[in-house]
């Protein structure tokens, strides 16, 4: 099924028996495809629903690398090509960490490697959250290191701009490459989660297993969890979409 809540299929068995065709009933239950909304209005979609993002990598020929990638837990300041209204609000500014973490505004906890179940007071807050895991460079080895590429595509008012994960390792391993990206939609405000690459042999990095996925709000009372520790069945060449609520008001009439 391509949406939540119950379900019932029918298969039917044909053979030369007297009783054939058999009809057997198939019930169950399908996992979450959306969800939401927050306090702040803000929902998710997947992929896997009918009104999901399709998945659409953007590549990383001409990409900037951010040089977040520095050292274990770093994290890099990144202006933005537009404004992105996150929780109502105009930032200019990201910082995405080695740690599969983006805080949206100059955030230096953004480099924490201990994901935190959402929405949760402790910091890091405001950010989005990809795929937050422990992750590092691969230092253990001569292997590929990871980077964080940046690209603009389009022309305004229609530009995405991507923020791409790449080669990253889980710490403790040097042999397991997982590759996501982040992209921002100058027209819808939407924010795309695109994962390429979430498998490998490390079982408490595959498709999420120890990373927290969502979206939270400045102080840490508001936001969106679609993935804690695996709670979420992620796959690769699928999109999770973040779709904003209202823009916070003035408070200024006419």
């Known amino acids: 099924p391509t949406s939540s809540g119950d379900d019932t299929a029918h298969v039917v068995i044909t053979s030369n ?18 969800g939401g909304p927050d306090l702040a209005g803000n929902t998710w979609v997947s992929s896997r629903n009918a009104n999901g993002t399709a998945f659409a990598w953007i590549d990383t020929s001409g990409a900037e690398d951010t040089g977040a990638m520095t050292s274990d837990d770093s994290y890099g300041v990144i202006e933005l090509p537009f404004p992105v209204r996150f929780y109502g609000l105009p930032y200019t500014v ?8 983006i805080g949206v505004g100059q955030i230096a906890s953004a480099a924490d490697f201990s994901n935190d179940p959402i929405p949760s007071t402790v910091t890091p807050n405001n950010f989005i959250a990809p795929m937050w895991d422990d992750w ?23 530009r995405r701009f991507a923020v791409t994960f790449q080669d990253m390792v889980k ?8 590759t996501w990206q982040v992209v921002f939609e100058e027209t819808t405000g939407n924010v795309v989660v695109q994962f390429l690459d979430l498998s490998g042999t490390s079982s408490t990095a595959n498709y999420g297993a ?7 709000n400045a102080d840490g009372t508001d936001g969106l969890q679609v993935s804690y520790n695996g709670s ?6 699928s999109t999770i979409t973040f779709i904003p609520g209202p823009a916070l008001g003035t408070g200024i009439e006419g």
Do not use: C, Q
Request: charged residues 15%; hydrophobic residues 35%.
């Open 17 to 34: 028996a007297a009783s054939s065709p058999d009809t057997v009933m198939l019930t169950g239950r399908a996992f979450e495809t959306s």
């Open 136 to 158: 590092t460079l691969s230092t253990w080895s001569t292997g590929i290191p990871g980077s964080i590429l940046t690209k603009t595509v389009g022309v305004a008012p229609d």
């Open 171 to 178: 710490y403790g391993s040097d042999t397991d490459y997982y």
């Open 232 to 237: 979420y069945a992620l796959e690769d060449s």
């Open 94 to 101: 990201i910082t995405a960490s080695s740690n599969g973490l």
């Open 210 to 216: 120890g990373a927290t996925v969502g979206i939270e």
